[in-house]
């Protein structure tokens, strides 16, 4: 049972204009949803995070936005940039262990 | 910001042979490390949560004595693939919580590749 899902595997987007990656969850405990980005034979990088209480958060060209009755969340990158092509994860955690559920990835490419 | 140093990045060795992964957190102390595994292609799986002091917890599926886990300081947790065998082949990964309450990311190592021939 795939708790986070990104139902994209791969989105292309030229240069300059708006990534949006898409991740829905169906587990209504989550209470903080994640963004990494990783390159192949690396670990992930921490991009950004949102809580459960709030439905949009900004840092730099990228923005979360949380929608929970629907159980969605969304990455806007903009203005994207050749070299944000990697696969990009959300992930999303409950609790005090604060484990990790991770979705299944989407490649993201710029091109240039 | 917080860094997880993970070592060695990548491992080749012959079947029956154990392989020792360390993770270290450099600027901070972790209570917490958990360990992953990818497969080619998919996603973070999670293995097992290590807690500084305290045993492992490990994820339905996992042999707690296949891959033993230890945690015996705040900065580092060790990951032990035993008597390894060719389905062990992965990508491991490694990441740390710092102590603070409440939700903050977790921070990755860079991965180690295991290879057993």
């Known amino acids: 049972d795939q708790q986070v899902k990104q139902n994209s595997p791969s989105l292309s987007v030229q240069e300059g204009r708006i990534s949006i990656l898409n991740c829905d969850y169906t587990?209504?405990?989550?209470?903080?949803f994640l963004w990494y980005k990783k390159y192949p034979a690396e670990g992930p990088t921490f991009l950004i995070s949102?809580?459960?209480?709030?439905d949009k958060n900004e840092d730099g060209r990228f923005t979360v936005f949380l929608n929970k009755s629907a159980k969605h969340l969304s990455l806007h990158i903009v203005p994207s940039q050749p070299g944000d092509s990697a696969v990009y994860f959300c992930?999303?955690?409950?609790?005090?262990?604060?484990?990790?559920?991770f979705g299944s990835g989407t490649q993201l490419t710029v091109l240039p | 910001g917080a860094v997880v140093s993970q070592h060695p990045s990548r491992v080749i060795c012959k079947s029956g042979t154990s392989v020792k992964i360390e993770c270290r957190s450099l600027?901070?102390?972790?209570?917490?490390m958990f360990w992953y595994r990818q497969f080619p292609k998919q996603s973070l799986m999670l293995m097992a949560t290590?807690?500084?002091?305290?045993?492992?917890?490990?994820e339905q599926g996992v042999e707690k004595d296949k891959f033993l886990i230890n945690h015996a300081s705040l900065t580092l947790s060790t990951l032990t693939v035993t008597s390894a065998h060719p389905e062990d082949s992965s990508f491991y990964i490694c990441?740390?919580?710092?102590?603070?309450?409440?939700?903050?990311?977790?921070?990755f190592g860079d991965g180690t590749r295991l290879s057993i021939l």
């Open positions: 949102i809580s459960s209480i709030k």
């Open positions: 290590s807690n500084e002091g305290s045993k492992a917890t490990y």
């Open positions: 600027d901070f102390q972790a209570t917490t």
């Open positions: 587990n209504s405990m989550f209470d903080y």
């Open positions: 990441s740390a919580r710092g102590p603070r309450q409440g939700p903050q990311p977790q921070h």
């Open positions: 992930a999303a955690t409950s609790g005090s262990a604060r484990q990790l559920t």
